[in-house]
């Protein structure tokens, strides 16, 4: 089995998915896959709420409060989870630089920048069992 986690970046849903907005290759990913209709965040931006979604801890027990703060080292993340369970593990994020950098088994492939360097990565695992995680950053701003 593969996943593939899509993160999108302040895409608001009521946007994404109304009736005025075209979402046709969305739209076919969704019904394929698994869409969380509601769903609450831990924080009000990106870093405290990355952390949290790949431990499951609270921002401020798990002390991730901006971009230097590096995810902690001794708090097990998904992507550790994945690997340990036999899954070829990588990531596109936001910036190299920032969150997952000491994390090494999130692989960082690369900032994302287009989709075809995560589709090359995925076409070239399609018979393995892969988690990748794809930071899509591309709407958030300017607001």
């Given at each position: 089995?593969?996943?593939?986690?899509?993160?999108?970046?302040?895409?608001?849903?009521?946007?994404?998915?109304?009736?005025?907005?075209?979402?046709?290759?969305?739209?076919?990913?969704?019904?394929?896959?698994?869409?969380?209709?509601?769903?609450?965040?831990s924080?009000?931006?990106?870093?405290?709420?990355?952390?949290?979604?790949?431990?499951?801890?609270?921002?401020?027990?798990?002390?991730?409060?901006?971009?230097?703060?590096?995810?902690?080292?001794?708090?097990?993340?998904?992507?550790?989870?994945?690997?340990?369970?036999g899954y070829?593990?990588?990531?596109?994020?936001?910036?190299?630089?920032?969150?997952?950098?000491?994390?090494?088994?999130?692989?960082?492939?690369?900032?994302?920048?287009?989709?075809?360097?995560?589709?090359?990565?995925?076409?070239?695992?399609?018979?393995?069992?892969?988690?990748?995680?794809?930071?899509?950053?591309?709407?958030?701003?300017?607001?």
């Amino acid at each position: 089995m593969n996943v593939l986690m899509l993160v999108v970046d302040s895409l608001r849903r009521d946007f994404c998915f109304s009736d005025e907005t075209e979402t046709g290759t969305l739209d076919r990913f969704i019904d394929e896959g698994v869409r969380f209709d509601q769903t609450i965040s831990s924080s009000t931006w990106t870093p405290p709420c990355m952390g949290s979604i790949f431990s499951g801890i609270y921002p401020h027990r798990l002390g991730m409060y901006d971009f230097s703060s590096p995810f902690p080292s001794d708090v097990q993340s998904l992507f550790q989870q994945f690997e340990a369970a036999g899954y070829e593990v990588g990531s596109y994020v936001f910036d190299e630089n920032y969150l997952f950098k000491d994390v090494p088994e999130a692989n960082v492939e690369d900032s994302f920048r287009d989709y075809s360097k995560p589709r090359a990565w995925i076409e070239d695992r399609a018979d393995n069992d892969f988690f990748l995680f794809v930071h899509h950053y591309w709407v958030h701003g300017p607001y």
